[in-house]
């Protein structure tokens, strides 16, 4: 069992685990080792809250599938143990960020200090190039 908060858990039946043979150098032992895990995570046949689900699913995200399926893969490590517990952590932080709430930003009208110093610059820059005109005698 994945315990994300105080009140969410996800079952361990509901996390399909399996081992994989990881990827990139490692030289003969990376043969014969199934040392990367496979995580898949149904997120629509899952026990979460209906408010997580769509949260999880509403997120740009392409370890999630169109069907609905989160599928981590961790090859970081050398054991899979190791692996095991990184794409379970990884599996909690996704979670996690979509129970988040972005902070919604708040537009800020400019002071009018900083009004002045903009149509200051603005005259001063105008003046520069106002004197690059021919000269009349």
Known sequence: MVI??????????????SAIRAQGAGGQ?????????HLRFDIRAS?????????????KDSRISKEGVLIIKAQQFRTQEKNREDALARLKELV?????????RKPTKPTKASKTRRM?????RGKIKAMRGKVFD
């Open 4 to 17: 994300i908060s105080s009140n969410i858990t996800i079952p361990a039946d509901e996390i399909e685990l």
């Open 29 to 37: 032992n990376v043969n014969k080792v199934s040392s990367a895990i």
């Open 47 to 59: 026990s979460l809250p209906e408010f997580y689900k769509e949260r999880l699913l509403g997120l």
């Open 96 to 104: 996690l960020q979509a129970t988040t709430f972005q902070k919604a």
């Open 120 to 124: 200051d610059g603005k005259t001063q």
